[in-house]
T-cell receptor
Framework: DVKVTQSSRYLVKRTGEKVFLECVQDMDHENMFWYRQDPGLGLRLIYFSYDVKMKEKGDIPEGYSVSREKKERFSLILESASTNQTSMYLC???????????FGPGTRLTVT | DAKTTQPPSMDCAEGRAANLPCNHSTISGNEYVYWYRQIHSQGPQYIIHGLKNNETNEMASLIITEDRKSSTLILPHATLRDTAVYYCIVLLNSGYALNFGKGTSLLVTP
């Protein structure tokens, strides 16, 4: 079974802090994704990566950056956390473009 | 990517078949139909996908109409653990991002 793990299930940070969210997949997938999910807005794509060190902006990249130094690991970075970044963050991976995506359990981030 | 329309909610008795409809009347020839579900407080879970033929796996069956403008996800014997939000998504075979929309909230009752 594909396994996508995320570093934390719950995280509380203060405004202005730098926040790292880590995601690891164990199936040698090419693509990895970061989404955020908010009530009434559904899932929105922040960034995705189609290869090591390669990244593409999604629909809402502002305030976020990403890093993919190894194939299995994709990090989401909030350079200076703000309260409007309080959300559920979901990581996903897929073998190739157009293939099904497998999701991690999510990290519920609260910024106070 | 084509837009989909799903009913906001449905109920199903435990043990009965759950049939979840999806309308995707603007789907193009190279777009696949994907189904995911999200159980409360968990990440979305892939269920099944298809292009034009009906598909079946250990979780569900997918019936796509001949004109491809609509599809139905069938859970043959629904259990309480199938209570979730079900999302129908169309995606180009060269596409990346999934547009989840609002989905159908399925409640399976004892």
């Amino acid at each position: 079974d594909v396994k996508v793990t995320q570093s934390s299930r719950y995280l509380v940070k203060r405004t202005g802090e730098k926040v790292f969210l880590e995601c690891v997949q164990d199936m040698d997938h090419e693509n990895m994704f970061w989404y955020r999910q908010d009530p009434g807005l559904g899932l929105r794509l922040i960034y995705f990566s189609y290869d090591v060190k390669m990244k593409e902006k999604g629909d809402i990249p502002e305030g976020y950056s990403v890093s993919r130094e190894k194939k299995e690991r994709f990090s989401l970075i909030l350079e200076s956390a703000s309260t409007n970044q309080t959300s559920m963050y979901l990581c996903a991976s897929s073998f190739f473009r157009g293939y099904e995506q497998y999701f991690g359990p999510g990290t519920r981030l609260t910024v106070t | 990517d084509a837009k989909t329309t799903q009913p906001p909610s449905m109920d199903c008795a435990e043990g009965r078949a759950a049939n979840l409809p999806c309308n995707h009347s603007t789907i193009s020839g190279n777009e696949y139909v994907y189904w995911y579900r999200q159980i409360h407080s968990q990440g979305p879970q892939y269920i099944i996908h298809g292009l034009k033929n009906n598909e079946t796996n250990e979780m569900a069956s997918l019936i796509i109409t001949e004109d491809r403008k609509s599809s139905t996800l069938i859970l043959p014997h629904a259990t309480l653990r199938d209570t979730a939000v079900y999302y129908c998504i169309v995606l180009l075979n060269s596409g990346y991002a999934l547009n989840f929309g609002k989905g159908t909230s399925l409640l399976v009752t004892p």
